[in-house]
């Protein structure tokens, strides 16, 4: 019998003419080259053809008795893989074999779902014409709708929506909408779609607190909260489980765009708390958002501003070793007092050019 990395050769290349042979040569033993899987991921050779596009072999391997249905190490069966590469005509040669529409791989994903991840509107008809199920949910809790709205294809969006109208009505094991997960990517048109179309309420929360708006925000797309603030009145101010505003999250995420739409264009205060006590300033010294933190200067924020432990963004910065922060936040006069466990922002500096920074501050 041939090896198998020449019969995946053989498959990877579609040619028909090699396993035509092979059959007509090694008939008492053709069973158990159709048999052989590949050692790293369990595929056979109709998961190779599948993949490649090649419906001839997929034909030929099927007359020849192999199972249409076999998973690899993956659960992905052949339907799985010629729906993920977009390959109509083995997409319809399978389903006309009555193999199961909504088979299941690992994490709970089906045909459908991995359809919906592409943007081949076409493939995603077929199946539904089969008799896929949109609605069912993958481990995440993730159904196609919100897969699709996650790639911002609209065509695909729209489709859903007019096949069932309730699809859009579902949140992930987090709490997410596909508002949420549209806001976070950007897909400004399919927000758009979901505003006018479905019945989400203003500011709908994950199980973070986050909502769509923060999620614009914190990813740097502006025109999406935008959207959000015009079509739905989004509330600028609402905070999450740990009382970060938007302005906190863009301030961390490091999305100066966002920083400035916020300060400079609405006028957000820039020193409110979290419920830590931290102010965007802070957040910014943390992450090491050296633009944010100048941005957040500028507009006026408080930059000994101390945090429910008496700690400034100046404290952070040194402790979380963010060099350039903490000589921007000295240059612009940031006290070297102590926070209420008696550390002062030196104290907390573990590299040495921060604690030369330091030393020749106090030298001035």
């Known amino acids: 019998m041939p090896s198998t990395q020449e019969l995946f050769k053989a498959a990877l290349q579609g040619d028909l003419a090699y396993f035509k042979e092979l059959q007509s040569c090694d008939v008492d033993s053709h069973d158990s080259w159709l048999k052989v899987t590949y050692p790293k991921s369990g595929d056979n050779l109709l998961h190779s053809a599948a993949r490649q596009g090649h419906v001839h072999l997929l034909k030929f391997f099927h007359e020849a008795g192999a199972d249409l249905e076999l998973p690899n190490f993956d659960g992905k069966r052949p339907l799985h893989e010629a729906t993920q590469a977009g390959h109509l005509d083995c997409v319809k040669y399978l389903l006309s074999q009555d193999v199961s529409v909504d088979c299941l791989k690992r994490a709970d994903w089906t045909p459908l779902m991995l359809a919906s991840t592409k943007q081949d509107l076409v493939v995603i008809q077929t ?5 896929a199920n949109p609605s069912l949910r993958n481990k995440d809790g993730w159904n196609s709708f919100h897969l699709a709205c996650r790639e911002g294809f609209l065509p695909i969006v ?16 987090n709490g997410r909408t596909p508002l949420h997960t549209t806001a976070l990517h950007g897909c400004y048109d399919v927000t758009l779609f979901l505003l006018e179309n479905c019945g989400y309420s203003v500011d709908v929360k994950d199980s ?5 708006f923060m999620d614009a925000m914190r990813s740097g797309h502006v025109n999406v909260g935008q959207l959000l603030l015009e079509k739905q009145q989004a509330n600028i101010y609402e905070v999450d489980n740990v009382g970060y505003q938007a302005l906190h999250q863009a301030a961390q995420a490091g999305h100066t765009e966002s920083v400035k739409y916020l300060v400079e264009t609405k006028g957000v205060e820039v020193d ?11 957040v910014a010294a943390k992450e090491g958002q050296l633009a944010v933190l100048e941005i957040l200067l500028g507009a006026g924020a408080n930059i000994n501003s101390v945090d429910n432990k008496g700690r400034s963004a100046l404290h952070i910065a040194s402790g979380a070793h963010h060099a350039a922060c903490v000589e921007i936040l000295l240059q612009r006069g940031a006290d070297i007092t102590p926070d209420v466990a008696g550390n002062t922002p030196d104290k907390l500096a573990k590299k040495d050019s921060i604690v030369e920074m330091f030393e020749r501050h106090k030298a001035l």
């Open 208 to 212: 973070c607190g986050s909502t769509p």
């Open 127 to 131: 199946l539904v014409n089969f008799g």
């Open 272 to 282: 409110t708390p979290t419920t830590a006590g931290s102010t965007a300033l802070a």
């Open 158 to 173: 729209e489709f859903y929506h007019k096949y069932r109208g309730d699809l859009w009505d579902t949140v992930s094991k």
